[in-house]
């Protein structure tokens, strides 16, 4: 126990320099900062009773957010919210949380792997990485910096599955990769054939193929225990106008890197843009081709070592492969496979590239003894000062910033905001902003009007037969009952809006939002894969006892 807490506060004094800005009492700008927005609504929503979180009810008239946008930080944001944490401090403790934590599990899996104590090496590389840095403080990707806790946790556990094939690192296995499932769908497209590389070499290191069999179970356990996300996500994704996603800007084909600007010293808070002219940092690391070219010096100079060498040729390969599918030679791949478009910047396998250096970190730790052993420390020094200057922020600003996106009467209006996840029912984002149901063309009183995250319901006195529009957008699942009876809607407004028609009269009428066909088959999924996973867990704890 002393130990492992020894180790745990060592982590935190070596993580401790990148993310001392978070810890002030000012905030900073950065790229994406829109998730203010989306913990926002993640917490309303939740204080709603909406569980699973699909729906966004601010933003504009609605929106489908989470139905499409991976929420696993968003409900841990929620969490620590419900602590007494503004949203300004749940996002700060977000950042802190994720860095901290993909140290910790860059360690364990590098001590696993190598031996004792070599996991600090591994866990700096990780750690200190300048694409880290981009980030935390250039782009602010929350859910991007919470994949990295997830990456060295999945080889970890099916590295153990390949050791002991036991339903419970079946189980381990399993949450690991959901965890990834359901923090960033762009990360999961980009890590899972790097993913299927490794299980390959478990496979073959151990010449069992029986571990192939259950590697494929645990995957398939993770996807169900991910099931009531990823299938809406999958299968309803032509109901949102993706298009946003993909072209202009985001289209994947101005973000190609140049080899030169891998080993490029620059640093920049700007914009990715076509061509050269980038005002943001595509840098490996000078420290981390220093590990690359040390890996590959140990690797042929105990080439006889077969497990060492075999490991460095896979991690070299993978390397490389990010590398690649970084440039624009790698344009025929993007171009073969349509769903890469939604990685939208190459770039973005920087990412792997950092995971796969600090492996390769740990994994020649071992031979860094004897007379090496100050090549060791001389890595961990150089690769902390030559990146610590970037984990900072450009500038600071008041919190009153993101007043915007805590305040539902601008988010109402949709300032700032996205259309990424626009229904496409929405052909307008333009219009007088109304909060009482209206009609066109006809005659109404609105009276005991209440709504929440899922439901908006009113008295309605018709004195004219109307089309009545309501402020709520448009979306499968929203349905409308007047006195009771369930009523055909009629074709949702410019605006996405729902419509229907009402003759003269008085009316109770309830518009409220249900599951599809879809997500309730995902729903099912995930609690039979939550059921299935205590099964085998509690088998295992059975078994064990019982011999």
Known sequence: MKKAFFVLLLLIVITLPTILPFLGTKFFYTQDYIYIARLQQMSTALSQSQFPVRWAPDLRYGEPLFNFYAPL??????????????????????????????????????????GKHDGFLA????????????????????????????????????FVLAERLKFKNVCLLALSLAGLFLTHNVTTLMFLPFLILWWLYL???????????????????????????????????????????????????????????????FWGYGSSLWGLDDGLSFQVGLVNFAVLATSVVLALFYRKDKRFFGLILLLGICFMLSLFLQHNKS?????????????????????????????????????????????????????????????????YIDDNFFDKFLNTTTMHKGVDLTKDYLPVWVSSVDGERFDVPRTKGGDIEVSNLQRNSTMLRFSANVNASSLIEVPVTYFPGWEVWVNNEHIPQSLPSQMGLISFELQKGNYDVTIQLQDTLVRTVGNAISLSSIFLLLVLFMYERYRIRKF
């Open 73 to 114: 930080p968003y409900y841990l944001g929620a969490v620590i919210q419900l602590l007494g944490f503004n949203f300004i401090w749940v996002a700060k403790i977000l950042f802190i949380l994720s860095t901290l934590l993909s140290a910790i599990t860059m360690y364990i899996l590098a001590n696993k792997l190598f």
């Open 123 to 158: 866990a700096v590389l990780y750690t200190y990485a300048p694409y880290r840095a981009v980030d935390l403080y250039v782009r602010g990707s929350l859910s991007e910096t919470w994949a990295f806790v997830f990456f060295p946790l999945i080889f970890y556990s099916s």
């Open 331 to 395: 344009a025929f791949i993007w171009e073969a496979i349509p769903l890469m478009a939604f990685i939208q910047f190459p770039w973005r396998f920087l990412g792997i590239s950092v995971f796969i250096i600090a492996l390769m970190g740990g994994a020649i730790a071992p031979y860094l003894k004897n007379k090496l052993r100050p090549v060791y420390f001389v890595l961990i020094i150089a690769a902390m000062l030559s990146t610590l200057m970037y984990f900072k922020p450009k500038d």
């Open 203 to 265: 496979v073959i290191r151990r010449k069992n193929w029986q571990i192939s069999l259950h590697l494929f179970l645990a995957f398939v356990l993770g996807l169900g225990l991910a099931a009531f996300f990823l299938l809406p996500a999958v299968f309803e994704r032509d109901l949102i106008q993706a298009k946003y996603l993909i072209v202009g800007y985001f289209d994947f084909r101005a973000h190609f890197v140049a080899l030169k600007q891998l080993f490029s010293l």
